[in-house]
């Protein structure tokens, strides 16, 4: 049975996390299709346009009577075919906890479970409901790689161009049910960034060996630079992405040794300068951000 957090809680829990971030760029104006500019664009993959979600109704904390949001889910994800996506009916899994394979439980802390059974996106409402394109109700887990490298003097990641037309961004995906994040980690990068999906069975060892070496477990936590929720325009209000981004710094001769090349989700790749100018997809420039900060180099 779904837990449900006592509204309360759920209020204090918020409060604290809002009070923490009053410093920082407001987030979650991704996740309610609204660009730099103010406009609206359509969810994600052909999706609809949703009704805009003003600031001071973005929080599920404020009462809004009117507030009217579309129903939308693609049909790859409701029709059940895939093991990483969820049931329609998510009466029957137990949210805010590891359930079975999948961890369900939200780097923000406990969240709210409506009366309908469906989660509550912690950061407040996008002005779409069910799942859009993400398989899980609720968070949705995911590990993102910045691989990095000083060339000519300039600090530079390895960016791909996604094939969604998200444009370039950080390799990563989703935390298979069952997998660490450091085995993400190394399988993102291989699959999008060297494309190790089409290499013989005795290269792609080699790789992912060396790849398991560059992303162990042990170091995870000094190269995390970034952990919790994610503003990013696929996010409803009861389905939203959560990351770890971990950096992996790597010398002139391990990055020679890497021959990059597009696979899986990228069309592209390359090794891009890390510059206050590079536009990138969803919250991917905040986490660039941060990885500058940790080299020491300017981002202003």
């Known amino acids: 049975e779904a837990k449900i ?21 407001p987030k979650h104006w991704k996740a309610r299709g609204i660009t730099e500019d103010g406009a609206l664009v359509p969810y994600p993959n052909g999706g609809p346009y949703r009704p805009r979600v003003p600031d001071e109704y973005a929080s599920f904390l404020v009462p809004w009577d009117a507030y009217a949001p579309i129903q939308h889910e693609a049909p790859y994800i409701s029709d059940g075919k895939f093991s990483w996506t969820d049931p329609v009916d998510p009466s029957g899994i137990r949210f805010n906890e590891l359930d079975g394979q999948v961890d369900r439980r939200s780097f923000t802390g406990k969240y709210v479970v409506g009366i309908d059974g469906r989660p509550k996106n912690p950061m407040g409402r996008t002005g779409i409901v069910g799942r859009g394109i993400l398989g899980r109700w609720g968070p949705n887990h995911a590990a993102d790689p910045v691989v990095t490298r000083f060339f000519n003097g300039k600090l530079q990641f390895v960016s791909i161009n ?102 899986s989700d990228a069309a592209n790749v390359r090794w891009m300068d890390i510059d206050p100018s590079i536009r990138l997809y969803a919250s991917h420039r905040e986490f660039i951000k941060l990885v500058a900060r940790r080299h020491g180099v300017s981002f202003d």
């Open 5 to 25: 957090m006592d509204l309360e809680e759920f209020r204090k829990s918020y409060l604290a996390r809002q009070s923490q971030a009053a410093s920082e760029k």
């Open 162 to 263: 996604r094939k969604d037309g998200g444009g370039w961004a950080i390799p990563g995906g989703m935390v298979e049910g069952g997998q660490s994040i450091p085995i993400t980690l190394a399988r993102e990068f291989g699959e999008e960034a060297l494309n190790s999906l089409m290499l013989s069975p005795a290269a792609r060892n080699a790789l992912e060996a060396d790849l398991n070496q560059i992303f162990a477990p042990a170091t995870l936590q000094q190269n995390t630079v970034f952990r919790g929720y994610v503003d990013d325009p696929r996010n409803t209000d009861n389905a939203w992405l959560e990351t770890t981004v971990a950096n992996a710094h790597l010398t002139d001769a391990a990055a020679a040794a890497f021959r990059l090349e597009a696979g």
